[in-house]
């Protein structure tokens, strides 16, 4: 029987009648959850199961923030994975106990599967882009300033509403734009907020004379005046500074706010640094970070892939930054 097959009824033509073709229904479902419960002639059941989708999609969202390694990862994954071969096993139940002489509804169209698949396609892409603008967003570790808390190759996520009520803290890693280049996104650490004043020391760094807890730092073994104690003296040489890759607009700003206990941070501006300092080009190189330029705070690693020994980094898998 073909789809252009049909059967008389007192001498004129019904619906025509076709054989669901499992295969078929698991690839539409593959488009569209239900789609291949509507081409087996279920169209509540479709409904439902791309309603249950959908929820699904939304459990494994919320599972993303769990707190806990390794199931802020893992527990997301199962959910995806269990919906996605629910949607497809369904999809070929159908199609199987749908009858060999299955009439064709007035859905049961190719041009209405397209425009389904179309609809749902843009509102996905919409979606996605509300939870990747409002919500979170996956990044790429490229360096190894943040070493050893984010190893390159490590692939993390940013929680965009971390700081919904509330204002980025000292020792938060945060991803921001680069404020001498909005369209490089960069991750470090927090070390002076708005009001604060700042000073380096052997690349320990001191928040309103205290010492701040950083057992990451590494203290250098060939001291480098410029990279291992700031702020500089005010009246420092501005083209010392420029060849140290100090940008040229920061070093004219910096001397208004350095004083003889260090720099101070004005308010509503966070002064960030890598965690491997001795490789870290920072806002001791190019200044604040505005609050407004703060995309989020990292909050766990995803995925890490070691480029040098061409293998995955499970153990980092899941991990929370702190």
């Given at each position: 029987?073909g789809t252009?097959?049909?059967?008389?009824?007192?001498?004129g033509?019904?619906?025509?009648?076709?054989?669901?073709v499992?295969?078929?229904?698991?690839?539409l479902?593959?488009?569209?959850?239900?789609?291949g419960?509507l081409?087996?002639?279920?169209p509540l059941?479709?409904l439902?199961?791309n309603?249950?989708a959908l929820?699904a999609?939304?459990?494994?969202?919320?599972s993303?923030?769990?707190?806990l390694?390794?199931?802020?990862?893992l527990a997301?994954?199962?959910?995806?994975l269990?919906?996605?071969?629910?949607v497809l096993?369904d999809?070929?139940?159908c199609a199987?106990?749908a009858?060999?002489?299955y009439r064709?509804?007035a859905?049961?169209?190719?041009?209405?599967y397209v425009l389904?698949?179309?609809?749902?396609?843009a509102?996905q892409?919409?979606l996605?882009?509300?939870?990747?603008?409002?919500?979170?967003?996956?990044r790429k570790?490229?360096?190894e300033?943040?070493?050893?808390?984010?190893?390159?190759?490590d692939y993390?996520l940013?929680d965009k509403?971390?700081?919904?009520?509330?204002?980025?803290?000292v020792g938060d890693?945060?991803a921001?734009?680069?404020?001498t280049?909005p369209?490089v996104?960069?991750?470090?650490?927090?070390?002076?907020?708005?009001?604060?004043?700042l000073?380096?020391?052997?690349e320990?760094?001191?928040t309103d004379?205290?010492?701040?807890?950083?057992?990451?730092?590494?203290?250098p073994t060939?001291?480098?005046p410029l990279?291992d104690d700031?702020?500089?003296?005010p009246?420092f040489p501005?083209a010392?500074?420029?060849s140290?890759?100090f940008d040229p607009?920061?070093v004219q700003?910096?001397p208004q706010?350095?004083?003889s206990?260090g720099i101070?941070?004005?308010p509503g501006d966070?002064?960030v640094m890598?965690?491997?300092?001795?490789?870290?080009?920072?806002?001791?190189?190019?200044?604040?970070?505005?609050?407004?330029?703060i995309l989020g705070?990292?909050s766990?690693?995803?995925?890490?892939?070691d480029a040098?020994?061409r293998?995955?980094?499970?153990?980092?898998?899941g991990?929370?930054l702190?």
């Open positions: 029987m252009g097959e049909e059967n008389a009824a007192q001498g033509p019904t619906h025509p009648v076709s054989r669901r499992p295969w078929r229904a698991a690839l479902s593959v488009a569209v959850a239900g789609l419960e081409y087996s002639g279920r059941r479709a439902a199961v309603v249950a929820v999609g939304l459990v494994y969202f919320k993303l923030f769990i707190p390694q390794p199931w802020n990862i997301p994954s199962l959910i995806i269990s919906a996605g071969a629910y096993g999809s070929v139940y199987r106990k009858p060999r002489d064709l509804r859905y049961n169209r190719w041009y209405v389904l698949i179309v609809l749902f396609g509102g892409d919409s996605k882009s509300i939870i990747h603008s409002e919500f979170m967003e996956g570790v490229t360096s300033s943040m070493f050893p808390t984010m190893l390159k190759g993390f940013v509403r971390a700081y919904t009520g509330r204002t980025p803290q890693i945060i921001f734009r680069l404020p280049n369209s996104v960069y991750a470090k650490r927090i070390v002076a907020t708005g009001g604060e004043i000073k380096v020391k052997d320990k760094a001191f004379g205290k010492p701040l807890d950083e057992p990451f730092v590494q203290p060939q001291p480098m990279r700031f702020p500089p003296y009246d501005a010392r500074l420029v140290a890759a607009k920061w700003q910096m706010f350095i004083r206990d101070h941070v004005p966070f002064f890598g965690d491997n300092r001795l490789h870290s080009y920072d806002s001791r190189h190019w200044g604040f970070v505005p609050q407004a330029d705070k990292v766990s690693i995803y995925f890490s892939w040098v020994n293998h995955v980094r499970w153990s980092r898998i991990e929370v702190r």
